[in-house]
């Protein structure tokens, strides 16, 4: 960010503040003043104060409206606990999604006062975590609506271009189309060199991560996926971060750049991911399940069924809740089981099958989709319980030890972590870029984050031919701006509110950060001061909520979480131990939202 352009930031956040100690949300003159709170980091605060600055100066000045900026360091939770309920607090909030639900019984309703063709315009992936029922605790497009995104902060995989070449790796970027142009030589790739440039010598398939001799199959060999071999001299190890890598992959680069599997490793841990969310939702499960459309949710890590995607060119309409899946399209679980529309479905909590299903009191059957598999029309998938599985096989008893324990930061975060040269892989939200950046210069990069994948040959090098695949899956932390339902300037704070979701967002695009809107996808390519921003992109289309957002609070979360974190990963905790040792109290915590 330029100097002057700084200090235009540090003006109108000193003239914001001097506005909101004297505005109080009240009208002055014929000009209406609102006052608008969020928090976050400095870039987000940076880019919210733009946005005022932006309103204040084109459609505030036109409308009499003026928009006094309330910036908190950090979370806003601790400020909006001691202010909404006491009927206090400002006009118009930014809200994390983290705390979204909490508060939404002080919030305005905007149902009617948003026109539907600009929800329309966002990501339904976005837009859709706002609406909320805070009676049945669902968030479906018929409940109200409660805000509208303001800014989305997804996840990408960072990379350390440097480590990565120092353990023999080639870091080329090539989308997958262009792969064929690349490997005859008569392509550059987007760094702006040739195969003979990088001094490839095979031709590279489509993978995120090749190995041309010996690439990892975990869970085929006789130690049970552990028999890692380390590459030969000869071998060629190439990284490429326009595709993403699957699981095997993404272990295999994993052990490669850690000093346990390799003692000459420039990094010391090879892949960190602190959230399983891409490994489950990739397949189609989650942590919990809505079992009946209507608020009775149930923790579901543990469920062994498998899941299902509709096959390319293919469409599906579930027998249970009529909904019209297309290609890529995972179904509901309650499409899963063998229930009748309807019927209350619940986990069973007899004795050790918490993972099946009980229909009126009776085990539910799947439901068979041997000839829809065979015709093509769905893919069979893994079972969430093997995805969550998965991701905890990157630490803890029996795993790989490629993903370091918490306490191994000595302190720090895992953004310090990567950028001190400990790590080669880092899964973190996209804010971070900036501090990134600001200390490894242009010795970084940014990838997909991992998806499931399986070739109809994963030990063939060469073999990209995708037998099956889950979709592409990433979370974010969004922020939603919402209107306080006991604000008394509603009208000047719905002008603000409606040109933040539209002119507001094209006015973020042109400035370097990411639109919520699908209409500024092109534009926010254009505007986005760093390399790889299709990836960016590509998580923002496919990002969902993280699991903070599905209640009001996370003692829910906190009832597993916690042995997860400090027992689990730590290797003091069986996975199956922890498995099943969890579910009742989950689901009790889950049932006191609903009273």
């Known amino acids: 960010m330029k100097k002057k352009l700084l200090s235009l930031v540090l003006a109108v956040v000193m003239a914001s503040s001097l506005v909101a100690c004297g505005g109080g949300g009240k009208s002055s003159g014929k000009v209406v003043t609102v006052d608008f709170m969020y928090g976050g980091d400095v870039a987000l605060t940076e880019m919210y104060n733009l946005a005022i600055q932006e309103f204040n100066n084109t459609v505030g000045k036109e409308k009499n409206v003026n928009v006094a900026g309330i910036p908190k360091s950090g979370s806003l939770n601790t400020v909006l606990a001691q202010q909404l309920p006491n009927n206090g607090g400002p006009d118009v909030i930014a809200l994390a999604d983290d705390y979204f639900k909490k508060y939404t019984p002080y919030l305005d309703d905007m149902t009617g006062k948003i026109e539907q063709s600009v929800i329309d315009e966002f990501y339904d992936n976005t837009v859709s975590r706002y609406y909320y029922d805070t009676e049945t605790t669902t968030s479906n497009s018929d409940d109200p609506l409660y805000g509208v995104p303001s800014y989305n902060d997804t996840t990408v995989l960072y990379y350390n271009k440097t480590a990565l070449e120092e353990n023999g790796v080639i870091c080329i970027s090539v989308d997958e189309e262009d792969l064929a142009a690349f490997n005859e030589g008569s392509a550059k790739d987007l760094n702006g060199k040739t195969k003979a440039d990088y001094g490839i010598t095979s031709d590279v398939p489509a993978k995120g991560f090749y190995r041309s001799e010996t690439p990892f199959v975990p869970y085929e060999g006789e130690n049970d996926g552990l028999s890692w071999t380390s590459p030969s001299d000869e071998e060629e190890l190439i990284f490429n971060d326009r595709i993403a890598m699957n699981w095997d992959e993404i272990e295999d680069l994993g052990m490669l750049c850690t000093k346990e599997w390799n003692d000459s490793s420039a990094t010391k841990y090879g892949y960190y991911t602190e959230w399983w969310f891409n490994y489950g939702w990739s397949v189609g499960g989650d942590c919990l399940e809505d079992l009946s459309g209507n608020g009775d949710w149930t923790f579901a890590l543990p469920g062994t069924n498998p899941n299902y995607i509709v096959g390319e060119g293919k469409t599906y309409t579930g027998v249970y809740t009529g909904t019209t899946y297309n290609a890529g399209e995972t179904l509901d679980v309650k499409d899963i ?259």
């Open 337 to 595: 089981v063998n229930a009748n529309q309807g019927e209350n479905i619940s986990y069973d909590t007899d004795g050790k099958t918490y993972f099946n299903y009980t229909v009126n009191g009776s085990v539910a059957s799947m439901r068979d989709f041997s000839a829809e598999v065979t015709n093509g029309t769905l893919v069979e998938l893994p079972s969430i319980k093997e995805a969550f599985s998965r991701f905890c096989y990157l630490a803890g008893i029996g795993g790989l030890n490629v993903c370091p324990y918490p306490d191994a930061f000595n302190g720090t975060t895992a953004v310090q972590y990567f950028t001190s040269g400990s790590l080669a892989l880092l899964v973190e939200k996209v804010s971070n870029f900036k501090t990134i950046e600001k200390i490894m210069k242009d010795e970084w990069g940014v990838a997909p984050l991992p998806q499931y994948k399986v070739y109809t040959d994963p030990a063939d090098p060469l073999c990209d031919t995708v037998a099956k695949a889950g979709k592409v899956a990433t979370h974010s932390l969004g922020y939603s701006i919402s209107v306080s339902a006991k604000s008394e300037v509603k009208d000047a704070a719905y002008i603000f509110v409606n040109w933040f979701a539209t002119e507001g967002q094209k006015f973020l695009a042109e400035n370097g950060y990411m639109s919520s809107r699908k209409s500024d996808a092109e534009l926010a390519l254009e505007k986005l001061p760093y390399s790889n921003a299709q990836i960016v992109l590509d998580s923002i289309k496919n990002s969902s909520a993280g699991d903070w957002w599905y209640m009001p609070d996370s003692t829910w979360i906190t009832t597993w979480s916690n042995p997860l974190n400090k027992e689990v990963r730590y290797g003091k905790m069986e996975l199956e131990t922890f498995l099943y040792s969890y579910i009742e109290d989950s689901n009790a915590r889950l049932a006191e939202y609903k009273q």
